[in-house]
C-alpha cells in the first residue's frame, strides 16, 4: 500500500465505524485523492492572472523604455555619423576645389606664354616677309 | 457561507468520534473552501456531471453526519464537500483547478 494511502485507509476504517460502509464510500468519494493544499481555486488563478498581467505590464513598460533609450541612442548616432560624412565631404571639395583652381590658374599661365611666343613668331615672320619683300624690289 | 472556522468546528466534532489522527487526515483530504469555490457552473451543467450526482447518498450521508456530530456541522462537511465524486470529475476530465 503507498505510504499516502495508509492515512487515507485509516479514516475509511475510522468513518466506516462511526457512519457504516456506505455513507462512508459517499464521503471518502467526494473526498480528494490526494489532499487539497496544492489544488488551484479560481481564486488563487484570478491572484495569479493579476500577477501575471501586473508582470506582463512591468515588462512592457521596460522593453518600451529599452527601446526608446536604443532608438534615441541610434538616432544620435546617425546624426553624428552623417554631420561627420558632411564635414568630410564639404572638406573634400574645398581641397577638390582648391587643386582644381592651382590647376586652372597653371594653366592660364601656360596658355598666356605660349600666345606670347606664337605673337612673336608671328611677328618676326612677317617682318622677314617685309624685309624679303624690299630686298626683292631694290634687286629689280 | 461556511468559514474556514466552521470548517475547523467540524472536523472537531468528527475528532472527537474518529480520533485525531484520522481527523487530521480528514482535514487533509477535505477542500480548503465551499465546493462552489472550486467547480464552475459551466462544469456544474454538464450532463456528464449532473447525471454523476448522488442526491440520495449525499442525503444519506447528511443524515448519518447529523446524528453523530449535529445538523449544523454536518451541512458544513457537506459545503466543503464536491457536489458530485471527486473520482467522477477527474474521469470526466474535469479541471478541479478551474
Given at each position: 500500500m503507498d505510504t499516502d494511502e495508509r492515512p487515507r485507509q485509516r479514516l475509511y476504517n475510522h468513518l466506516q465505524e462511526l457512519l457504516g460502509e456506505e455513507d462512508t464510500g459517499t464521503l471518502m468519494a467526494y473526498l480528494s485523492s490526494?489532499?487539497?493544499?496544492?489544488?488551484?481555486?479560481k481564486r488563487d488563478l484570478d491572484q495569479f492572472g493579476q500577477?501575471?498581467?501586473a508582470d506582463m505590464g512591468s515588462l512592457e513598460a521596460r522593453l518600451e523604455a529599452r527601446i526608446d533609450t536604443g532608438l534615441a541612442s541610434l538616432e544620435s548616432r546617425i546624426d553624428t555619423g552623417l554631420a561627420s560624412l558632411e564635414s568630410r565631404i564639404d572638406t573634400g571639395l574645398a581641397s577638390l576645389e582648391s587643386r582644381f583652381e592651382a590647376s586652372l590658374a597653371r594653366a592660364s599661365l601656360d596658355t598666356r606664354s605660349s600666345l606670347r611666343t606664337l605673337f612673336l613668331g608671328l611677328v618676326g615672320l612677317q617682318m622677314s616677309?617685309?624685309?624679303?619683300a624690299v630686298a626683292v624690289a631694290r634687286a629689280a | 457561507m461556511p468559514?474556514?472556522?466552521?470548517r475547523s468546528a467540524a472536523i472537531a466534532a468528527m475528532a472527537v468520534h474518529i480520533g485525531e489522527e484520522a481527523a487530521a487526515t480528514l482535514d487533509q483530504l477535505l477542500p480548503r473552501r465551499p465546493w462552489w469555490d472550486y467547480v464552475p457552473a459551466e462544469v456544474l451543467m454538464r450532463y456528464e456531471v449532473a447525471i454523476a450526482s448522488e442526491p440520495a447518498a449525499r442525503h444519506s450521508l447528511h443524515c448519518a453526519l447529523a446524528e453523530r456530530i449535529g445538523h449544523d456541522h454536518a451541512g458544513v462537511l457537506l459545503a466543503f464537500l464536491l457536489p458530485?465524486?471527486?473520482r467522477v470529475l477527474l474521469a470526466q476530465g474535469v479541471d478541479l483547478s478551474g
Open positions: 490526494t489532499g487539497w493544499a496544492d489544488v488551484a481555486t500577477v501575471i498581467r616677309g617685309a624685309a624679303l | 468559514t474556514a472556522d466552521d458530485v465524486p471527486a
